[in-house]
């Protein structure tokens, strides 16, 4: 992407009242998000799910400065920057209808490791949470297979997922809450240069944006988002743990759960969990390699052969290659690529999920198999 192209894709996050979903829908109709910003409100009013508030948002003032602000200051800082149009943003976080259109991270690009985990809990850690974080993660390290751990930096649980895989050699990323201009909590700061040395510190949040309330529901969609499985290894009825074990089951990822004893007030979520089939019990790393299917590196499974395609008419091939051109796509925008109604792409899309061609994934997208 260009520079020119960045600045307007960093701008369509600024504006008011237009998340990730609306920002991608927008882009979708009218091409780019210069185009956006060129094109007439009362036509983009028209789109699905716009309406002319959000339409008028755009004529902001100050975002497009704004945003060259936030260029200069990632390349001072040297934060890099990944949009969902890139090649190298994370594939598992692309495949999540709310995908941030532009992440931000210090470290590496370790986003699309073969194996990504995600370990979360409550921040009043008990030592029997503490020590069974450490003991799984280590256990992982032990074998060949060597998985990223993604966590959110907090106190408690958070903080022993990372320094648990730093002990052990493995990879990590702590999702934050805020930009890239600070790190919370304050007193995480040495662990968070730590984790950036080998890591990645990530965020979708532009520098200035400080860690609010609303900002913790944002992340937690991120770390559950970039892994293939989130293990919560604490928490009590209610807390951030549980919202991203609920992201993940609505991202049809694995979700699993340290079982605890009944009165304990920080297992009663885990065991919520588990009792309500929303997460599959682990006591060892064992149980999630079994439950996951990851193998040594000598034990790979052979690979299928994939469908060959030859009973297709015309329309469904192109609609295939289409779709082999992206990891997902909504309806409307496969309505728009193929320039036909709505209902004929859902009648096609309806025969290739028939034929196992086609997965449909959250929030209408598909992909293909």
Known sequence: MNENELIYTI????????????????IAYTGSAAAVFRENPGILKKIPGVGDFIAKQKNT???IGQAEK????MKKNKIRWLTVFDNDYPERLKQCPDAPLVIYFR??????YSRILSVVGTRRATSYGIEYCQKIIRELSEGELNPVIISGLAYGIDYQAHLAALNAGLKTVAVLAHGLHTIYPFDHRRLAEKIADTGALVTDFTSGENPERNNFLKRN?????????????ESGLSGGALITADFACSYNRDVFALPGKASDVMSSGCNKLIKNNKAALIESSGDLLYMLGWKKDNEKILPRQRH??????????????ILKSEEALSVDILSIRMDMPVSKISSLLLNLEFQGVVKVLPGNMYKLL
Do not use: Q
Request: net charge negative; aromatic share 6%; hydrophobic share 50%.
């Open 107 to 112: 470290g590496e690009n370790i986003f699309n």
């Open 221 to 233: 969609r991120i770390i559950a988002g970039l892994s293939d499985a989130t293990i919560v290894i």
């Open 61 to 63: 003032p100050g975002l």
């Open 11 to 26: 701008a369509l996050t600024m504006i008011p009242h237009v998340g990730s979903i609306t920002a991608r829908k927008l």
């Open 308 to 321: 060959l395609f030859t009973e297709l008419n015309d329309e469904e091939k192109k609609l295939v290659e």
């Open 70 to 73: 936030e260029l200069l200051f």
